[in-house]
T-cell receptor, first 115, second 110 residues
Framework: DAGVIQSPRHEVTEMGQEVTLRCKPISGHNSLFWYRQTMMRGLELLIY????????DSGMPEDRFSAKMPNASFSTLKIQPSEPRDSAVYFCASSLTSGRAETQYFGPGTRLLVL | GEDVEQSLFLSVREGDSSVINCTYT??????LYWYKQEPGAGLQLLTYIFSNMDMKQDQRLTVLLNKKDKHLSLRIADTQTGDSAIYFC??????????FGKGTKLSVKP
């Protein structure tokens, strides 16, 4: 299996622009997670889906952030408009199911820089 | 609330043992995890321990769990420069997610 695939790997954009991050989970996995990692705040869970349905989006910073999962093999995280404080590494992870005992597998991350 | 705490930095010499410590708050976590993040990469599962175990050994890695004190540790024997990375402790959250610590950056000096 190719593992969790994220694109792009790097994104540099200007403040106010729309940014779309993409994720393909491991085939057969039913849960998908979006995280953000910064030096100051560490690893934060933004939102997660189970069977394509958003379960917990309490970590989404504000209305500028939105996430969708139109099918079991694809998810997007969109930031509109982007701001410099959104600069971070964004990780997507997937697991077989959601639950306390399920291992999550992480993608390589998208490094976002908003100028 | 659910929280995981770990020290931010650890420096050891090559060949020594490294011990990374973690405390957690949710006593109902079924599994506790250690993830490793190498520079420029995502997190990789290193090992995990079931909550009814006290110890788990996997080659150079030893995980110790003290449920009473909600304390988890990861020992790396014969630490090598390739072990330099950030190590994250995580517990299963009540919402089906994982709660991660901020990570311990391990530096291995030759």
């Amino acid at each position: 299996d190719a593992g969790v695939i994220q694109s792009p790997r790097h994104e540099v954009t200007e403040m106010g622009q729309e940014v779309t991050l993409r994720c393909k989970p491991i085939s057969g996995h039913n849960s998908l997670f979006w995280y953000r990692q910064t030096m100051m705040r560490g690893l934060e869970l933004l939102i997660y889906f189970n069977n394509n349905v958003p379960i917990d989006d309490s970590g989404m910073p504000e209305d500028r952030f939105s996430a969708k999962m139109p099918n079991a093999s694809f998810s997007t995280l969109k930031i509109q408009p982007s701001e410099p404080r959104d600069s971070a590494v964004y990780f997507c992870a997937s697991s077989l199911t959601s639950g306390r005992a399920e291992t999550q597998y992480f993608g390589p991350g998208t490094r976002l820089l908003v100028l | 609330g659910e929280d995981v705490e770990q020290s931010l930095f650890l420096s050891v010499r090559e060949g020594d043992s490294s011990v990374i410590n973690c405390t957690y708050t949710d006593s109902s976590s079924t599994y506790l995890y250690w993830y490793k993040q190498e520079p420029g990469a995502g997190l990789q599962l290193l090992t995990y321990i079931f909550s009814n175990m006290d110890m788990k050994q996997d080659q150079r890695l030893t995980v110790l769990l003290n449920k009473k004190d909600k304390h988890l540790s990861l020992r790396i024997a014969d630490t090598q420069t390739g072990d330099s990375a950030i190590y994250f402790c995580a517990e299963g959250g009540s919402q089906g997610n994982l709660i991660f610590g901020k990570g311990t950056k391990l530096s291995v000096k030759p």
